[in-house]
């Protein structure tokens, strides 16, 4: 595709429920991230992939978030029984190159995620 | 602990003045540093990254060491440079991104 796509661009749910977010990378891109950002706050780092694994999982905020990328190509992150602070967008970018931190990452539009 | 510091959450000039958006970092290896910026309405982007020392969009950023900072600067503000800007943070090499928490420019007509 022409940029890194990410669904669904809203999701409004009720606490307790569990919510999956779906990014799909430019295609090739090796480097994926996942961010959040909360209103007032910068863009706290969750995880990125190298492939399909993922080294670091220490930034995701608590063991209701996991994440998995499959084929190399798209990755879900999926919050298990939400709470209200969940609330938030949540971003995702691609970079060419793991391992290479001057590739530029190419964002998504981020999910807007709200519990009720 | 990495940590990226964006001291003004706005930053409000006139169009023709000059613009520095501060951005100090906390890191004990080497760090790569890069500004990103957010137009209304658009997709966060890459502004620019130290290691390029280039100038984008009339926009200059310098790695003080020293200083621990790396201030984002442009001498003659436009209207088009209102936008939200994050500096951010990664290891040489690393994968691991830190921003910081952004600053809002407006520049006034």
């Known amino acids: 595709g022409a940029g890194v796509s990410q669904s669904p661009s809203n999701k409004v749910t009720e606490k307790g429920k569990d919510v999956e977010l779906r990014c799909d990378p430019i295609s090739g891109h090796t480097a994926l991230y996942w961010y959040r950002q909360s209103l007032g706050q910068g863009l706290e780092f969750l995880i990125y992939f190298q492939g399909n694994s993922a080294p670091d999982k220490s930034g995701l905020p608590s063991d209701r978030f996991s994440a998995e990328r499959t084929g190399g190509s798209v990755s879900t992150l999926t919050i298990q029984r939400t709470q209200q602070e969940d609330s938030a967008v949540y971003l995702c970018a691609s970079s060419p190159l793991a391992g290479t931190s001057n590739q530029p990452q190419h964002f998504g539009d981020g999910t807007r995620l709200s519990i009720l | 602990a990495q940590r990226v510091t964006q001291p003004e959450k706005l930053l409000s000039v006139f169009k023709g003045a000059p613009v520095e958006l501060k951005c100090n970092y906390s890191y004990s290896g080497s760090p790569e540093l890069f500004w990103y910026v957010q137009y209304s309405r658009q997709r966060l982007q890459l502004l620019l990254r130290h290691i390029s020392r280039e100038s984008i969009k009339g926009f200059t950023a310098d790695l003080n060491k020293g200083e621990t900072s790396f201030h984002l600067k442009k001498p003659f503000a436009q209207e088009e440079d209102s936008a939200m800007y994050y500096c951010?943070?990664?290891?040489?090499?690393?994968?691991?991104?830190?921003f910081g928490t952004g600053t809002s420019l407006t520049v006034i007509p």
């Open positions: 951010a943070l990664s290891s040489l090499g690393g994968n691991q991104f830190y």
